[in-house]
């Protein structure tokens, strides 16, 4: 090949343009954070979070064979799915992702529970992957209690199945058929023992669907299984799998729950959720206790109040009080109980935990209260 200085003067300026566009290329690789690996969680009912704001759930309650979910940027996929149970009993499990509360499991920053009169909409959109070698419900779950409990079973469980492959049915009998969203279901009611169950399935497999979860809370309202005063604590998404599983998926989830709808409701006329927190901490080498003093300084009550904030690294919390906290480390989400569900406009409330640290000690920089930010005294 020639020397570089005796090619022309065309093929020097070709020459310079590749090296500028190779040293481009080489910074923007450099400079690109790395891909973020995707979470495999075994345990039973082990669980992660993914998009910062809705929690991944293993969820194998009905079956000792093993599951794995793997969370990834956007949803879930099904890696591993051993094992059958009888197709006329109940599904070996629900790997899944939610918004709200689950068993005291709290997805981040989530304003759920809410008062149902308080919802103007609650506008959500999923994307399925399917499988043919298993038999399983896609499975889309809204819950609904008298109360805004944060724990246990809720009085209601409302199901939509978008697919159904195999010799299985929803709880209940068939009950008739409704229009939904602009969808034609069979609607199936009954009750599994502990709650009740409202099931609207799909004459054919959906495999992505943008709708008003609203739409389907007010059929629930209308066949007597809910009222208006009731709480909606979470929105689910996943698989009740019979037989295997593996490769069953989640694409992409998505979940809003727009309050306001009802009088004074935070939002609506009576103005934004305004709030005051306060953090007061006791520190000892490698634990601390912290107090926080919530106020609702707007003009509307919030019911169902959620403190979302992120403690710092090497922060965990081992115990609380007066709320359901959760997780213990990372972004958290406290709660009320039934005894302090709602903060009156001008009231406030008190709770507590205590955890370790590791490093110095710091606090945690911001909450928001059911979605809006608070100020810090």
């Given at each position: 090949m020639r020397p570089l200085q005796h090619l022309p003067r065309t093929a020097?300026?070709?020459w310079g343009a590749l090296v500028t566009v190779l040293a481009t290329v080489a910074a923007l690789f450099a400079a690109a954070p790395p891909a973020q690996a995707d979470t495999t969680v075994c345990e039973q009912f082990g669980s992660?979070?993914?998009?910062?704001?809705?929690?991944?759930?293993n969820n194998r309650w009905g079956t000792n064979e093993p599951q794995c979910v793997t969370a990834t940027d956007t949803g879930f996929r099904l890696t591993r799915a051993d094992g059958s149970v009888p197709t006329t009993g109940a599904p070996k499990s629900y790997p899944s992702l939610f918004n709200g509360c689950h068993y005291t499991n709290c997805s981040p920053g989530t304003n759920l529970p809410a008062q149902l009169a308080r919802i103007s909409s609650a506008p959500s959109s999923i994307s399925y992957g399917y499988v043919d070698d298993a038999v399983y419900n896609a499975s889309y779950d809204i819950w609904l209690d008298p109360t805004p409990r944060t724990d246990g079973v809720n009085r209601t469980e409302i199901m939509i199945w978008f697919n159904k492959v195999g010799p299985i049915q929803p709880i209940g009998s068939q009950v008739g058929t409704a229009t939904v969203g602009g969808r034609t279901w069979q609607v199936w009611s009954g009750s599994n023992g502990s709650n009740d169950v409202l099931s609207f399935v799909a004459p054919s497999?959906?495999?992505?669907?943008?709708f008003d979860v609203m739409d389907?809370?007010?059929?629930?309202?209308?066949?007597?299984?809910a009222q208006n005063s009731w709480y909606l604590t979470s929105i689910q998404a996943g698989f009740e799998p019979w037989r295997n599983g593996t490769g069953l998926a989640v694409h992409s989830f998505s979940s809003t729950v727009n309050t306001g709808g009802g009088p004074g409701g935070p939002g609506g006329p009576g103005g934004?959720?305004?709030c005051e927190v306060s953090y007061a901490t006791n520190v000892w080498q490698g634990g601390f206790t912290a107090n926080v003093t919530v106020a609702n300084t707007g003009s509307a009550p919030v019911d169902g109040w959620r403190l979302a904030f992120t403690l710092p690294s090497g922060q965990h919390i081992t115990s609380a009080w007066n709320a359901s906290v959760s997780p213990s480390s990372g972004s958290v989400t406290a709660g009320g109980l039934a005894h302090n569900a709602s903060i009156a406009p001008g009231g406030s409330l008190t709770f507590g935990f205590q955890g370790t640290y590791s490093g110095a000690f710091t606090a945690p920089g911001g909450f928001s209260l059911n979605g809006s930010a608070c100020t810090k005294t």
């Open positions: 020097l300026c070709a992660t979070v993914v998009q910062g704001r809705y929690v991944v759930q497999a959906i495999g992505s669907w943008s389907f809370v007010r059929q629930a309202v209308a066949r007597g299984l934004a959720t305004t």
